[in-house]
């Protein structure tokens, strides 16, 4: 069965700038209304199809090699997220000369001021290359994401938190817990980062609102910091093929 890409948005001109001709040809393109929220847009279709998803946000500009080999990793991964770049013309702090800079190359948990936190990893760092291997990881970005069939019908949907954001991360813990492989792989991406979200009223009051309640499920649970420390030394685990 042919893949399936899901990609919500507010503002469906915005995908002109996704170079949408470098996905795979073959695989069906759903473009969803984000009215709602993105969880229930995602979770709609969900619902509807069949097959596996991939979820693209419609800030996410695709490159010729993004999905260059892919078959290859969806034999290693049931959830696949990729390498995610700024743009070469987003000013970042710290930048230089030009350099590209990581967004995202897979989340982490740490230990910090008496808890655990959420992180990603290299974020801001210039991508030298030092991501280029695949790796397991505790958390991938829903942002350019393939979740295989299977993840959905054991792990369930997305979580319809009522404020914004860290409902891919409590999705990929999930996943997680029911011994699914979330995958980072260095095929790369640029990323204007939370373009629309920005736009929406109480940005930043709604996303802690979620992080909160993911903090609640997750960073106050012994044995899933357990589990991660124990399987994810130093935050991933490099896959050599």
Not at 77 to 87: E, M
Not at 117 to 123: L, Y
Not at 189 to 212: F, I, V
Request: include cysteine.
């Amino acid at each position: 069965m042919k893949p399936i890409v899901l990609i919500p948005t507010l503002h469906p001109a915005k995908l002109e700038q996704c170079h949408l001709e470098y996905l795979p040809k073959d695989w069906n393109l759903y473009i969803l209304s984000e009215e709602d929220s993105w969880p229930k847009a995602i979770n709609r279709m969900v619902r509807e199809t069949e097959g596996d998803i991939l979820i693209m946000d419609d800030d996410i500009i695709l490159q010729p090699d993004t999905f260059k080999d892919f078959d290859q990793w969806i034999e290693q991964g049931d959830l696949i997220g990729f390498k995610l770049l700024y743009p070469p013309t987003e000013p970042v702090e710290g930048s230089q000369n030009g350099a590209i800079k990581i967004q995202h190359v897979g989340g982490m948990f740490f230990w910090q001021g008496g808890g655990y936190s959420v992180g990603i990893m290299g974020r801001g760092e210039e991508d030298r290359g030092q991501y280029d291997q695949a790796a397991y990881v505790p958390h991938v970005t829903m942002s350019l994401c393939y979740v295989k069939r299977i993840v959905w019908e054991m792990a369930g949907l997305v979580t319809e938190w009522p404020g914004l954001q860290f409902e891919d991360v409590d999705f990929t813990c999930r996943a997680l817990s029911y011994g699914f492989r979330v995958l980072y792989i260095p095929n790369a991406a640029y990323h204007r980062e939370s373009e629309t979200l920005k736009e929406l009223p109480d940005y930043e009051k709604r996303m802690s609102q979620n992080g909160q309640l993911f903090g609640g499920k997750w960073l106050v649970n012994q044995m899933w910091q357990d589990f991660v420390a124990r399987h994810y030394p130093g935050g991933r685990k490099v896959l050599v093929l």
